[in-house]
């Protein structure tokens, strides 16, 4: 019997030919898309589950390049101010009292909700705890790349950074044979790692074949002070170090000389865009179109909830051909399927995932959203590649299935109930409050 | 008897203190709010209708400075591509076939649809066929200052720019008293206007003491070519012609030297922000925050559905928030209140009618949203501002009163059905594509 049979759906099935059916009928079973066609065919074929796609679009889920999901219970707390404030007067010391397992496991779950109601099947993390947050994943299932964060100081869960690296390695190993959910070695960036600690973490990452995550060349001052140490641009320094030898997801690349392009694209480098916490926290912009013109994979992430602040990835995917137009001065540049692809296909490309997802063919496993496209916003329909960008937001995603799993129907959750999570996001919330405004009573 | 009244309201004012009252009732009497403030104070009074607004955020409702809503039937039609393909290979020969008062009465009913839902309670617009656009918002209850489009070629609905003058004019005076909706003069541009014909407009303006709608300086081409046409800049050359001698609203503002800046604030020109648009479009950054500085009201738009392809003003607080950040290399200009204030108290002053709406005060017309915060993307809560710009998007709208009027209620529309209209946008839509490929089989 077959799992889950879509019908009368509108596919956008993101191949090769990135072929369009207008009326079709998808088939799972168990974890695998094993038929996409004319529902005739497979009248006969009975279905655990049967889904009237009727006034939506069936897509493949979008994939979310780079987030620290746990950190949602921090949404909102400080904006508006430059990166170096925000970082010291506010992030930094918050995370340092309240990042414990219990925030991080309620923060984990908060993103993912989050993620999951606006059609993301899939998001590649960068934060602390990883075990804690590998397990929520499982539970609300959905799919995830968890960087383990790794740093010089003493970070919430490791003291040291070897700790750290010792702990990845067996979290690696716990987790390589998960479909689902594997954790990488996240050394957090060349300027907060020594070289000796980066190198490490290549290692590990290249002894289990899985790609290392890091920040990368994220502003002019961490660009400037490269140089000054090391007489190298970030992109040049960590090359000198070996570090692009292997699978790397290099985070925001936003100073990129014309030689530091030529490395990433011989070394294979993939790359995450982050328009959204670009501009807010005025990082900058990525050259992507020079990067995509290099062959360089590229795919879109929303960074955290502290620099966005949101996790939909229909904004995103506005905002990068929104800015990628402007700062290029071409309204050609980036058309609505280039942006799709970037946060469909493309992303499980970047994510070295693209054997298993990206697209709905079969034989792949099926991450795949319906989006109400029956809605005044997104008529009249001319291509639905513009309406997928320009026009829909992450309140349209009806339903969401992830690795077989309907954990979404009908905008109701599945597998989880979110009431208890929003409770204990906003006593969290309540007490950074609180202890901030001690600590600034007693200044 | 009290017509409406909102209990268990979290009520953001956006009065002259920025009052947050986390707990109070709203009265409505008619179309006036006649209380604000504790409950027990008027739990003796009856109501017609009473909303528990628990779960909500209770704002005055959203304005969107400058459209075209009828275009809505255009929206995905032709994206991608720089602004003088857009125009006269797609928009100007589909518009001069399909701009007929049937369309447009879709077109604007599908747009306001849109504007409704995601907390939009007035526009300022700009098209042809205005006396049908009044129609229409009279029916769905939405407040408008509706711009009749002023050319020197002929236009859809007149031949001349003097019948169109001649028409706007008992326009004006049919609606001059209506409380909701207002028909203004709107030459279209100083280069699609000549001197005469935009004169004239001014003086109608002035006649009956409405502000004139207009776009300004929205392209660098534009820009140029008025300096090498007339040696002045746009600004300049309205100027030199009086049009700014009165009430004006003018749209985009992208280009705009320190000489115009001053004639802005000097002549008491109010602004109109398009970011998205003028992203999409390739034709820049307007300088807000310089403007804001010089004191000059400026308040946010979408544009029409072609060029963004949106009507969601909370889309449009955000990138606005973003662009203006990055293009002033400061994360700290524009915060998130500022945002706020430019889509209501501020956008009702751009309007002329901050005496009627744009915030939440005893006496005022009740254009009135409710906002369902209580969902994940909206958890946890630390300031509400930065939560409305950064992290609310259109569909979290569950409620919208304007001018008294339920308009749209726990999601639904309550004073037209959708579907038919949605039908009618699909059809001219297949109409227009059908004519499209037509045109491209005799090439």
């Known amino acids: 019997m077959i799992s889950i049979k879509i019908t009368n759906a509108y596919i956008l099935t993101m191949n090769e030919t990135f072929q369009i059916i207008e009326h079709g009928c998808i088939c799972i079973e168990n974890n695998i898309i094993t038929y996409i066609g004319d529902e005739l065919a497979v009248s006969h074929l009975e279905a655990h589950t049967v889904i009237d796609a009727q006034g939506n679009l069936v897509m493949p889920g979008l994939i979310n390049g780079h987030t620290h999901a746990a950190m949602s219970i921090y949404k909102g707390m400080a904006d508006d101010m430059p ?18 397992k219990e925030n991080v496991e309620t923060g984990a779950r908060l993103g993912i909700m989050e993620m999951i109601m606006s059609g993301t099947t899939c998001f590649a993390d960068m934060y602390y705890f990883t075990p804690t947050i590998a397990e929520v994943c499982k539970q609300m299932g959905i799919r995830a790349l968890l960087g383990q964060a790794v740093l010089d100081f003493k970070a919430p869960d490791f003291d040291t950074p070897v700790q750290a690296i010792e702990a990845t390695k067996e979290l690696i190993n716990s987790t390589v044979q998960n479909s689902c959910v594997q954790i990488i070695p996240a050394p957090h960036s060349p300027y907060t790692c020594n070289a000796g600690i980066l190198q490490q973490c290549r290692k590990l ?3 289990y074949n899985v790609p290392l995550h890091i920040h990368v060349s994220e502003t002019i001052v961490e660009y400037n002070t490269s140089l000054a140490t090391h007489n190298l641009t970030p992109v040049q320094y960590l090359n000198s170090l070996g570090m692009f030898d292997g699978k790397t997801i290099a985070a925001h690349c936003v100073y990129i000389s014309d030689e530091d392009r030529n ?22 912009i990525s050259p992507v179109p020079l990067l995509l013109q290099a062959n360089i994979p590229v795919c879109l992430g929303t960074d955290s909830s502290v620099s966005n602040n949101s996790l939909d990835m229909f904004q995103e995917m506005k905002v990068a051909a929104l800015i990628h137009k402007l700062n290029q001065s071409d309204a050609s540049v980036l058309p609505a399927r280039d942006i799709v692809y970037m946060c469909t296909r493309g992303a499980a490309k970047v ?8 697209s709905i063919e079969v034989g792949k496993q099926a991450d795949i959203i319906l989006v109400n496209i029956n809605q005044p916003h997104l008529v ?16 349209d995603v009806d339903t969401v299935i992830i690795n077989g799993v309907i954990v979404y129907l009908q905008k109701q959750f599945q597998l989880v109930d979110p009431l208890e999570t929003m409770i204990d996001a906003q006593m969290i919330a309540n007490a950074i409050m609180l202890r901030k405004s001690e600590r600034e009573q007693q200044q």
């Open 351 to 358: 994510l070295g995932i693209d054997n298993k997802v990206g």
């Open 83 to 100: 990166l170096k404030e925000w970082l010291e007067h506010h992030i930094f010391p918050t995370e340092s009292e309240f990042c414990t």
């Open 263 to 284: 490395i990433l694209a011989e070394k294979r480098v993939h790359v995450v865009n982050n328009p959204q916490s670009n501009m807010k926290l005025v990082s900058g």
């Open 205 to 207: 990452a290249n002894e």
């Open 380 to 395: 009249p329909l001319y291509s639905i590649y513009s309406h997928i960008v320009y026009a829909m937001q992450g309140h």
